[in-house]
């Protein structure tokens, strides 16, 4: 039975604040659960409508066989939790298990530097995930990487990866990582780059770039060349094309 100061407090979970209170995220829609449930992501309880089992009795009944914990809530409620326009019906209410000791055994990292924009930052993380670039770190003002809306862009990414928040570029160059940079006046990215076995890519936010304390780190800056129209590209979209060209090195 969910009462209603569950409700409100899975309502809660829009927030970052209370993410990390609760060491809980949401995470929305059959696919994005799908795949948490195929990467055994710690879920603590499904909330679904009965329009949405009267239309997927054989999901609803594959998570009972997995040993899901189910709650049938009325569409009034579920609709109080979503944070979409359309509600599907389902919504999954996880462990956060953000990984607290960053690896330096690995050789690889994608350093995010105040993202805020939601749907680049879980665009971001999904081809990070596609590239097979497992460590993910953020700046302390980037967007929270478990924010709704994040999570839903991501596509299932979140459960691939290693994701650390509040993290200093610093800690980097103590490891012996080259940092590499991603900006419109570096020098054009080729097919020939040699760049050392370590390394990590950082990536700016979207109105601004790199921030200046970041900036001073970089040990060297990489720019797309252009080969027809548009003032930039926006930071997924290079972040991709990077990640691609780097990932082969």
Request: charged share 20%; hydrophobic share 40%; with cysteine.
């Amino acid at each position: 039975m969910i009462t209603n100061n569950l409700i409100k407090r899975y309502q809660a979970l829009k927030h970052r604040k209370y993410r990390r209170e609760y060491n809980q995220f949401l995470i929305e829609g059959k696919r994005i659960i799908h795949e948490a449930i195929k990467h055994n992501a710690a879920i603590h309880t499904l909330l679904y409508t009965e329009s949405f089992k009267k239309n997927n009795q054989d999901f609803i009944d594959d998570l009972i066989a997995k040993g899901c914990r189910l709650e049938c809530i009325p569409e009034q409620q579920i609709n109080k939790i979503s944070v979409t326009k359309t509600p599907s019906g389902i919504i999954a209410v996880c462990t956060l298990s953000e990984t607290v000791q960053l690896n330096f055994t690995t050789d690889r990292w994608l350093y995010l530097d105040h993202i805020s924009d939601p749907g680049n930052l879980g665009t971001l993380l999904r081809t990070a995930a596609w590239f097979q670039l497992n460590n993910i770190a953020l700046t302390p003002d980037s967007l929270d990487p478990y924010n709704p809306k994040v999570v839903r862009a991501g596509m299932g990414a979140h459960f691939h990866l290693a994701i650390h928040s509040d993290v200093d570029i610093n800690i980097f160059i103590e490891n012996n990582y080259y940092i590499i940079g991603a900006d419109h006046r570096g020098e054009p990215l080729t097919q020939s780059l040699v760049i050392p076995e370590r390394w990590v890519l950082v990536l700016g936010g979207e109105a601004h770039g790199l921030s200046g304390a970041v900036n001073k780190k970089l040990d060297r800056t990489l720019a797309i060349p252009k080969s027809g129209a548009g003032e930039s590209l926006n930071v997924s979209a290079a972040g991709a094309i990077l990640m691609h060209q780097l990932s082969r090195k």
